[in-house]
């Protein structure tokens, strides 16, 4: 996980960025973030996110000559 600043002043505004490893998964996938704030009212803020991972797609590889 990254996030665009590890200090926002009160109003502003940053991103966040999360991975999630979808490899061996299909079908519905759940994780959660957890992002640490120095809001004394709130701490901690839970992120959900959610997500379908369809199917896992396979590609041969091309056999190129020898030579």
């Known amino acids: 996980m990254m996030a665009s ?3 926002l002043k009160a ?3 940053g991103a966040i960025t999360a991975r999630v ?3 061996a998964k299909q079908g519905a ?3 959660t973030v ?3 704030t120095n809001d004394p009212r709130r ?3 839970s992120l959900t996110l959610r997500a379908t ?3 896992t ?3 041969p590889l091309q056999q190129s000559p020898v030579r």
């Open 5 to 7: 600043s590890s200090h």
């Open 11 to 13: 109003g502003e505004k």
């Open 21 to 23: 490893a979808t490899q």
């Open 29 to 31: 996938v759940i994780e």
């Open 34 to 36: 957890e992002v640490l």
């Open 43 to 45: 701490p901690k803020v």
């Open 53 to 55: 991972v369809l199917e």
């Open 57 to 59: 797609l396979t590609v």
